[in-house]
């Protein structure tokens, strides 16, 4: 009765004879991951007199305008292929010759509208729609967003943009430290580089492994916020960095869907996969690089890799672990979810939701592969961007604790 149920519950090991060496795992509930067909936007100024839309920029995500009168314009939204997770995402500009007000209508056919808009002039400062400026239908499929346009361009996005050159400018900052090389790892279905950061101070080749991982889903830019906050903190100086630093070696991939980021994908590659889907027989580029990257470096140096980390972002805070079963560092995200709630004052704590290892997703890896902690660090998408930066300080400050000196 307990093999039947381990069966069920936490899947087969297919061909894993080693961990030194790639596994193949198949799950209870396996998904194919091969090529599917994509679409792309046209990419246009769409112009009505004196009235603009456009999409010509990283990250954006427009189909189609039509007008419907002088100030009323519908915008069409649609994902890259489908079925897809309904992360209706969009981001576009607009502008007049005139300053005027126009109600834009965000349309997505079949699906919900999901993120709270957002505005911004320079890309850097965002500010929220008042909640007065928005309508819903009633099934949420459209939305009606009243906004000034003027002379000049202002974005209008689901989330903050940050594309793959944002990403790849962060990388060459934290490279400016001794102890972190920033390398491109392979490339994208697209021929974008898949970055990667090596950290560790001293020799990289007599360290036990902590991986992190993120942007496997293009939108999901709160925990991509986590993960920068989270590494920064990583590579501070502080007592706690120096210690850590000095006994673990961090391989970080902050950027496994560079196509997808760009392109303004709802949730896939360009393969139109769910990369957190891929992780059994690695179909898709960018995940199996960085699998192979990562147990590589593993078989390099004989050492094992620990913990693995994969950000991302969903409707409110939460850790996706694995149920307790001998991992590496017995115990440890039990620990560790406990110290970070206790160290913060207030916000959403979020809180563990262990489940089973049913579906072939990055946490589900860590363990199958390497008997590592696999955690899916999840960020409301609209949890308040300086606590996300908070909390990541406080998880990683508290992951060193456990990790700098244990027995
Ligand atoms: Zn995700």
Known sequence: MRIVLSFIVFGVIVSCSSKYKLGYYDYPLPVDTNDKTIG???????????INFDNQFNGARLNDVTKVDDSTFVLLILPENTPINP??????RFWSDKTQLLNLVLRYDDYRHRYKPKLSKDRKNWTYIASEDIEYNIDSTEVIIRVEASPAKS??????LYTSEDVNAWCDKQAELPYVSYTSIGKSKLGRDIPHLDISTGNKNDKDIIVLIGRQHPPETTGHLAMNAFVEELVNESYLSKHTLDRYRFLIYPLMNPDGVDLGHWRHNTGGIDMNRDWSHYRQAEVRQVVEHIVAQQKVVKQDVLLGIDFHSTHHDVYYTVPDQNQQIPGFKDIWIEAIDKALVDGDIGYDSPYKLDKPISKGWFFKQFGAEGITYEVGDETDRIYIKEKAQVAAREMMKLLAFRQ
């Open 40 to 50: 792309f936007q046209e990419k246009k100024v769409y112009n009505f007199g004196d």
């Open 155 to 160: 974005f209008l996005c689901a989330q903050e």
């Open 87 to 92: 992360s209706s995402y969009f981001a576009l």
